[in-house]
């Protein structure tokens, strides 16, 4: 039922009832996107199978990443079961975290040396981060290179 009320000089105050049907009436607009099957815990990395696609408000469907774009990112807070996950929501992967032992190397030519070491910071493919060595008991600068691999440039 939709009550109308229009105020008439003529006859005063009227109300008008009319009957509408259901689907005359407007629903929210939804918009397919993937949310988060379970609760994902800060630093977890995502999969795509962490996802399932459902309808959700065309509100908070905005700037939502697809199961694709948010695999193999890393969660950066607590990220809850059914909600969407957005860019804000993750960071790259990092693959040194801080008091982890890291593997430093340095290449000049043909040359190269390797030594052992522990990452004073967290950081991703590429990022810069402070390492110790174990061999020569100084802190150095390094590039992330892959899991658990740092290297030091050369002079």
Same mark, same amino acid.
């Given at each position: 039922?939709?009550?109308?009320? =229009?105020? !008439?000089?003529?006859?005063?105050?009227?109300?008008?009832? !009319?009957?509408?049907?259901?689907?005359?009436?407007?629903?929210?607009?939804?918009?397919?996107?993937?949310?988060?099957?379970?609760?994902?815990?800060?630093?977890?990395?995502?999969? &795509?199978?962490?996802? *399932?696609?459902?309808?959700?408000?065309?509100?908070?469907?905005?700037? *939502?990443?697809?199961?694709?774009? @948010? &695999?193999?990112?890393?969660?950066?807070?607590?990220?809850?079961?059914?909600?969407?996950?957005?860019?804000?929501?993750?960071?790259e992967p990092r693959l040194v975290r801080r008091g982890e032992p890291v593997?430093?190397?340095?290449?000049?030519?043909?040359?190269?040396?390797?030594? =052992?070491?522990?990452?004073?910071?967290? @950081?991703?493919?590429?990022?810069? *981060?402070?390492?110790?060595?174990?061999?020569? =008991?100084?802190?150095?600068?390094?590039? *992330?290179?892959?899991?658990?691999?740092?290297?030091i440039a050369a002079r």
């Amino acid at each position: 039922m939709t009550a109308v009320r =229009n105020l !008439c000089p003529l006859f005063g105050a009227a109300t008008l009832l !009319c009957a509408v049907p259901a689907a005359a009436q407007t629903a929210p607009a939804t918009a397919a996107a993937d949310v988060l099957t379970h609760t994902v815990q800060r630093g977890d990395v995502l999969t &795509a199978s962490d996802f *399932v696609s459902e309808e959700i408000p065309v509100a908070r469907a905005r700037s *939502v990443l697809s199961a694709q774009d @948010a &695999a193999g990112m890393e969660a950066r807070r607590i990220l809850r079961a059914g909600m969407p996950v957005r860019s804000g929501d993750l960071i790259e992967p990092r693959l040194v975290r801080r008091g982890e032992p890291v593997t430093i190397s340095i290449r000049s030519g043909s040359l190269a040396i390797t030594a =052992n070491g522990r990452a004073l910071g967290d @950081a991703a493919l590429g990022e810069p *981060v402070r390492v110790f060595s174990e061999a020569t =008991n100084h802190t150095l600068d390094a590039v *992330v290179e892959g899991s658990g691999a740092v290297r030091i440039a050369a002079r």
